[in-house]
């Protein structure tokens, strides 16, 4: 994370999913600093169907310290969310247990737990699952685990009120903790607790979310096909074939043992060294209940769910499958000799050591922002309020570029980088995120997309005067469809990479 959002000769580097996704918290983050509950990446439209506990921390902490949301993000916030979950793990483990060893154990998978997928000379997400080590690569999640953390604590310690608030806010930080954290508080007969989680909650999550209702679909063993048959994952493209073909054709006595294969190695396979908790006896107390229940939801909610519009991100209903499972090992093991535990601890760094070095130590990123972009957005972040028309993305070109890393934004996926840097609200950008919170951004694209055909003044003037456009951010190799004069625009900035112009 830290090396991310920094300059260097040739612009802001940004790794690992930082190309996107920290973009994207930069610019919701950005937008709510503003006071504005729109949609950064599609202006005019509210914010809808999205949890922003992160967000709007990222702001208010923007607001407050007058520290630029890039550095908090990248250089701040993750060494004080790594801090302060290896802390909350050792205290929770060491209140529960009674004893320093497990609560050492608990803070070491929950800081290194891999998969196996060092076996296959494959990384971390080998089995579908990102691993300990990207935890701080997804901040939502991160500080979901602080509040889960804190949460647990309390209840130790019976403190009602402070569990009830640290678990309710959960569904404004991350979705997929307050459903596992309200489905365990049911299991375990936990019910005061559940009721007054389950009304904050209400509270907090209705007036976001109100469409979010049919996100998760029923598609079952998605992702245990794909692990098989996916090239970048286990990829055994014959088996995945075979289990595929087996299912369709109904021949189930083939079909059924290759499924339970599958779920073996999607389990077994992300928790690596961390299934050792399976060989501890379980005890029936709530805590315990609690925790197992969370690992058991994680695991059956992915393999029989995905979400609409970007199906693979039912997978972090998993993250926390793998984070408890990692408690939980660290328990089991506190009691065995020193041989077993050297032995496990060797299996278990593997894959954490394989991905910093593939993924996060390599001096070129995959994605960057030139300077002449960062210093046409620093101009447009000083001009008043107004919604700006960028080119839509180009997926063709992008994946064209693939092979010269770093890539610029523009040519690495459909990123809210204009919002983010420029701090004006996007007419249209990051397809990804809009997906992912159900807005029409296809029509959207095509009313950009003919704009950028329209040969008639008045009707492209019209639509910028409809959709209450004020700039218009292009780089040097996009085209006006018309001169500037006939669409009413002048020239507010430009330089050898970007031109932004103003509507009169």
Same mark, same amino acid.
């Given at each position: 994370m830290v090396k991310s959002g920094w300059m260097y000769p040739y612009g802001m580097g940004f790794w690992g999913a930082n190309g996107h996704d920290g973009i994207w918290h930069i610019a919701l983050a950005g937008s709510l600093a503003r006071g504005s509950f729109e949609m950064p990446v599609f202006?005019?439209?509210?914010?809808?169907n999205y949890h922003i506990g992160?967000? %709007?921390?990222?702001?208010?902490?923007?607001?407050?310290? @007058?520290?630029?949301?890039?550095?908090?993000?990248?250089?701040?916030?993750?060494?004080?969310?790594?801090?302060?979950?290896?802390?909350?793990? #050792?205290?929770?483990?060491?209140?529960?247990?009674?004893?320093?060893?497990?609560?050492?154990? @608990?803070?070491?998978?929950? #800081?290194f737990g891999g @998969?196996?997928?060092?076996?296959?000379?494959?990384?971390?997400?080998?089995?579908?699952?990102?691993?300990?080590?990207?935890?701080?690569?997804n901040p939502p999640f991160a500080l979901s685990l602080i509040f889960i953390l804190l949460g647990l604590i309390f209840l130790l310690k019976k403190k009602k009120i402070p569990v009830v608030l640290c678990f309710g806010v959960l569904v404004q930080i991350k979705i997929y903790a307050g459903l596992l954290v309200l489905g365990s508080l049911l299991v375990a007969g936990i019910w005061e607790i559940f009721l007054g989680t389950l009304l904050v909650s209400l509270l907090l999550f209705l007036p976001f979310n109100r469409l979010s209702a049919g996100l998760l679909i029923f598609k079952p063993f998605w992702f245990l096909e794909t692990m098989m048959s996916f090239g970048d994952r286990v990829g055994w493209t014959k088996f995945g074939e075979a289990m595929v073909n087996y299912k369709s054709g109904g021949v189930w006595l083939k079909a059924i043992p290759a499924?339970?294969?599958?779920?073996?190695?999607?389990?077994?396979?992300?928790?690596?060294?961390?299934?050792?908790?399976?060989l501890r006896k379980v005890k029936k107390d709530s805590v315990n209940?609690?925790?197992?229940?969370?690992?058991?939801?994680?695991?059956?909610?992915?393999?029989?769910?995905?979400? $609409?519009?970007?199906?693979?991100?039912?997978?972090?209903?998993?993250?926390?499958?793998?984070?408890?499972?990692?408690?939980?090992?660290?328990?089991?093991?506190?009691?065995?000799?020193?041989?077993?535990?050297?032995?496990?601890?060797?299996?278990?760094?593997?894959?954490?050591i394989l991905t910093l070095r593939d993924v996060y130590v390599p001096g070129?990123?995959?994605? %960057?922002?030139?300077?002449?972009?960062?210093?046409?957005?620093?101009?447009?972040?000083?001009?008043?309020?107004?919604?700006?028309?960028?080119?839509?993305?180009?997926?063709?070109?992008?994946?064209?570029?693939?092979?010269?890393?770093?890539?610029?934004?523009?040519?690495?996926?459909?990123?809210?980088?204009? @919002?983010?840097?420029?701090?004006h609200p996007a007419f249209l950008e990051d397809e990804i995120n809009l997906d992912?919170?159900?807005?029409?951004?296809?029509?959207? $694209?095509?009313?950009?997309?003919?704009?950028?055909?329209?040969?008639?003044g008045a009707k492209a003037r019209e639509f910028l005067r409809k959709n209450n456009i004020v700039y218009i951010y292009l780089l040097k190799d996009q085209k006006l469809p018309l001169n500037g004069a006939e669409l009413s625009l002048t020239r507010a900035v430009e330089n050898s990479s970007v031109t932004v112009y103003r509507v009169e």
């Open positions: 202006g005019g439209a509210t914010l809808q992160f967000d %709007m921390l990222l702001a208010v902490l923007t607001r407050i310290t @007058s520290i630029p949301a890039v550095n908090l993000y990248f250089q701040i916030l993750p060494v004080l969310f790594a801090f302060l979950i290896g802390y909350l793990v #050792y205290e929770f483990v060491f209140l529960w247990q009674g004893s320093e060893r497990p609560a050492l154990l @608990s803070t070491f998978f929950v #800081y @998969s196996l997928g060092f076996l296959l000379g494959r990384g971390e997400s080998t089995f579908w699952s990102q691993q300990a080590i990207s935890t701080l690569i499924y339970v294969a599958a779920l073996a190695i999607f389990v077994i396979g992300n928790l690596g060294t961390r299934s050792v908790f399976l209940i609690f925790i197992y229940s969370i690992i058991g939801a994680g695991i059956v909610i992915p393999v029989f769910f995905l979400q $609409r519009g970007t199906p693979w991100n039912t997978i972090q209903f998993f993250y926390y499958s793998l984070f408890f499972s990692g408690i939980l090992a660290g328990v089991a093991l506190s009691s065995v000799n020193r041989y077993i535990l050297t032995a496990v601890i060797l299996l278990t760094i593997p894959t954490s070129r990123p995959p994605a %960057m922002l030139d300077r002449d972009e960062l210093s046409a957005l620093g101009f447009l972040s000083e001009q008043p309020e107004g919604v700006v028309l960028t080119y839509p993305f180009d997926a063709e070109k992008a994946k064209e570029a693939e092979s010269s890393p770093p890539r610029p934004l523009y040519l690495y996926a459909s990123t809210a980088y204009v @919002s983010a840097f420029g701090k992912i919170t159900g807005y029409d951004w296809k029509s959207r $694209r095509i009313e950009v997309e003919n704009w950028y055909k329209e040969k008639d």
